[in-house]
């Protein structure tokens, strides 16, 4: 794994808000997260999240049966396969993170597999970061392309040095796909950068970073493996996102999110971190 970054790359991610890694997985470890993410995903039985029928979807109802057909997305795949959990939980993952955020520890907020199925529709430019169930401008995350991914099968696109400016406000990720240059008229004429990437290759991005992707044009699946990442030491937002009813009954806004279990620290520079 290329996880060692140079300081002109942490620069680069927090000048632009993205940064792309060529060939950041080896043959072998390109080959076990393909593995990982088949069988995670078979066992899933297609459910999003761990144990429950849960609906995750950004989209609104209108523009629900367009969202349903961008990818399949599929929730915390850690929690309920091994191999899985063996490639999130490894802190050269949560390292890389910390570096590029300027923070001290990093926790996983959620994994999730992104596959766009054959023909499927192209996602949206929207923002992560004001789904999530805290507010830090530095959480980030990581995309692993799993399969090549191209102009053709539904690339990233970014506007770069974005992050610096949007905010935790929520444009939504409905099926117009410029509709977020109405909250940001600013960077309507902002040119995009798309990242076309190997098998293997992957992209850290801020999640105040508007992005979207391609529709998928080929009869191929695009695979791709993510993780978002939250700085330790963030507090509850009071947006229930991936948290469940009883997750939620327990928390109260301004409470650490600092459950193990949920949202487990990968990284420090200071705190001893248990990963069992
Ligand atoms: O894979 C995609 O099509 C979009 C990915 C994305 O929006 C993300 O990882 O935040």
């Known amino acids: 794994m290329k996880n060692e970054l140079l300081q002109e790359q942490i620069e680069k991610y927090q000048n632009d808000g993205f940064l792309v890694i060529e060939d950041f997985l080896s043959p072998e470890e390109l080959e076990f997260w393909r593995t990982a993410l088949d069988e995670a995903v078979a066992k899933r039985g297609g459910n999003k999240m761990p144990n429950r029928k849960e609906v995750y979807g950004k989209g609104d109802d209108a523009d629900k049966s367009y969202y349903d057909n961008v990818f399949t997305q599929l929730i915390n795949l850690w929690q309920d396969n091994d191999k899985m ?94 509709a977020i240059f109405q909250t940001y ?6 040119k995009s950068v798309a990242a076309p990437m190997k098998a293997g290759s992957c992209s850290f991005h801020n999640g105040l970073t508007i992005h979207g992707a391609h529709a998928n044009m080929t009869s191929g699946f695009r695979r791709a493996m993510t993780c978002a990442y939250m700085p330790d030491g963030n507090t509850f937002n009071g947006i229930q996102n991936i948290l469940n009813d009883e997750q939620i009954a327990n928390l109260k806004v301004g409470n650490l999110l600092e459950d193990n279990n949920q949202n487990p620290l990968i990284y420090s520079r200071n705190k001893d971190v248990q990963i069992s």
């Open 185 to 190: 008229p600013e960077f309507k004429s902002s």
């Open 85 to 178: 959990r063996q490639i999130m939980l490894d802190a050269r993952l949560g390292k890389m993170a910390a570096q590029l955020a300027g923070v001290d520890g990093i926790r996983i907020w959620h994994d999730q597999a992104l596959v766009k199925a054959p023909w499927a529709n192209a996602t949206s430019w929207h923002l992560d970061t004001p789904y999530w169930s805290f507010s830090d401008r530095r959480a980030l995350s990581i995309w692993v392309a799993l399969d090549d991914v191209t102009y053709q099968n539904g690339c990233l696109f970014f506007i770069p040095e974005s992050y610096h400016s949007t905010s935790f406000e929520n444009p939504g990720i409905g099926k117009n796909m410029g």
